[in-house]
């Protein structure tokens, strides 16, 4: 069981970015799965969730900017960020639960996630 997160890098406020998460070891198509980020200094907080059958959400900071999204055919996790402010400037993890099909975003929250990437740097500075 494995995810592997790229794409990260460095922006100028206002531009996109989409980092991925790759996929392996288990059914990703009835995996809930999401975004976390952490910024130096600050705890790690959930930017978004999707569940196995597409239903998503946000965390106020980044609604109407970032989508996640599953290609369920590659096995990968996106998402796409734009209107990057600087404050969003930290490592972005993905996380998956897997061996569970769930229905609902707050029992995915309760039982939180299992498997988790190593993360990959998003910095935004002019």
């Known amino acids: 069981v494995q995810l592997v997160e790229s794409g990260g890098g460095s922006v100028q406020p206002g531009n996109s970015l989409r980092v991925s998460c790759a996929a392996s070891g288990f059914n990703f198509g009835t995996t809930s799965m999401g975004w976390f980020r952490q910024a130096p200094g600050k705890e790690r907080e959930e930017v978004a969730i999707?569940?196995?059958?597409?239903?998503?959400d946000y965390a106020d900071s980044v609604k109407g900017r970032f989508t996640i999204s599953k290609d369920n055919a590659k096995n990968t996790l996106y998402l796409q960020m734009n209107s990057l402010k600087v404050e969003d400037t930290a490592t972005y993890y993905c996380?998956?639960?897997?061996?569970?099909?769930?229905?609902?975003?707050?029992?995915?929250?309760?039982?939180?996630?299992?498997?988790w990437g190593q993360g990959t740097q998003v910095t935004v500075a002019s």
């Open positions: 999707i569940l196995s059958y597409g239903g998503t």
């Open positions: 996380a998956a639960r897997p061996g569970s099909i769930i229905h609902d975003i707050r029992f995915l929250r309760r039982l939180g996630f299992s498997v």
